[in-house]
Nanobody, 115 residues
């Protein structure tokens, strides 16, 4: 089964930017790709998603600040995060839902927004 490898997390000051990447180590025929985030004690929530047709959706809390994109040739999903706020601090996970309804999760990458 394919693995998803995430990178790009880290510590950033409020107002700063980060770009998360999620690369699949083998090809996945995906119906949807998404980024989720989770903070301790809370449920994992969807941040942004992109369908196989390129339709994107965003959580209200990140609209206008985050952008999800995919490079199909490189089997890589991205999340560009701008104007970061302390409340964006979380562990971010990429998720891929295959055409065959298989679910793949990345290992998670920590994003901390703090001065």
């Amino acid at each position: 089964q394919a693995r998803l490898v995430e990178s790009g997390g880290g510590l950033v000051q409020p107002g700063g930017s980060l770009r998360l990447s999620c690369r699949a180590d083998e090809s996945i025929f995906a119906s949807e790709r998404a980024w989720y985030r989770q903070v301790p004690g809370k449920e994992r929530e969807v941040v942004a998603s992109i369908s196989m047709f390129g339709v994107t959706n965003y959580a209200d809390s990140v609209k206008g600040r985050f952008t999800i994109s995919v490079d199909d040739a490189k089997e890589t999903l991205f999340l560009q995060m701008n104007s970061l706020k302390p409340e964006d601090t979380a562990t971010y996970y990429c998720h891929v839902l295959s055409i065959g309804q298989l679910k793949y999760w990345g290992q998670g990458t920590q994003v901390t927004v703090s001065s």
